[in-house]
């Protein structure tokens, strides 16, 4: 299909291009989710799953727009006879039908994981060669999002691989979003709107605020200096996608959690909550459920942000609403209180145009302003606000 995409580049110069999309229904806005990975790692078992599932309706997740629960890497433990793909008996004993079941019983979808190469990450049995086989399977058990990983792929050619498992899906009869993990190694943004739902930008995001990881990965900070050159190849359908959140698991503080939140939700990104839903405190459950900074997320004009200013510890970024209003998110990426803010012409308004501005995060109006917005802002602290014309 094609798409004419509008840009609202730095300077609020606006752009037109044509991009060919994937057409599969889905996906209109960025996918809302929870994923076992960022902590649970290999460790995930099939009672960890339920929980996850229950605690999305509980806590409100499901209410502010949560949907899918994704079982990433280490499910799967070896093929039978005829070549299907088996779960550890161990861990899911109850097999991987039983639990879509489970999480469908409770309005959610469910999701899976599974690599282009002969095995996953972890070492597990994956779909080189059984792409067919195993998207029938999956979608004979249920599943609604399948995200495709690409280690033991080295020089392959990403584009084809990935376009034969989205072949597959489509075969398979079932609507199935397919999230794309390839760490950005082969440029996705360029190629993978007509393959994917969405796709992986960066290496794996890091429970911390900046630098690398301990053996590989990436902070927050590291992750959207990374993605932000690349926002005009996201859109209805087809996102960019800086990896899941690790709101709550330990490595942030609660405002650089906000930060975090409010820089994915600027960046149209696919929000999967990273963390143990069971056992969130106040203020996490506070900032996943926050229904205002998601709203800016799953805008239906679905154009990512765009960074409008990156210098001396201050990242203005702008992305603009389906009612006309524009979401700012002010960032101090420095160590000290710095006060600063937005002139109209920055981000598309005129000047002397009268705009209100609402608070995000204090869930406030602060005003009108005609001219430009500035406020005091904390350390790693993102202001998120709206300003309405
Ligand atoms: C890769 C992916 C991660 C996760 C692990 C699982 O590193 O990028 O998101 O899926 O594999 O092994």
Known sequence: MKRTLFLLAAQSTILICNLAALDNGLAKTPPMGWNSWNKFGCKVREDLVRKAADSMVQSGMKDAGYQYIVIDDCWQVSRDKDGNIVADPATFPSGIKALADYVHARGLKFGIYSDAGPKTC???PASLGHEMQDAKQYA???VDYLKYDWCHMDNQNAPAAYSLM???LKQSGRPIVFSICEWGSNRPWTWAPDVGNLWR???????KWE????????GVMDIVDLQAPIGYAAGPGHWNDPDMLEVGNGGLTTVENQA????????AAPLMAGNDLDAMTPEVHDILTNKEVIAVDQDPLGHEGVRVRHQDNQDVWVKPLQNGAVAVVLLNRGTELQTFGVKWEEIGLKPGQKAAVRDLWAHKNVGEFKESFSAHIAPHQAMMVTLTP
Do not use: N, Q
């Not at 930008?201 to 429970?207: A, L, M």
């Not at 630098?211 to 990436?218: C, H, M, Q």
């Open 122 to 124: 972890a070492g597990r």
């Open 140 to 142: 004979a058990w249920g």
């Open 166 to 168: 989205r072949d597959a």
């Open 201 to 207: 930008t960066t290496g794996d995001i890091t429970d």
């Open 211 to 218: 630098g690398k990881g301990e053996k590989f990965g990436a």
């Open 260 to 267: 975090h939140f409010s820089l994915w939700a600027i960046l």
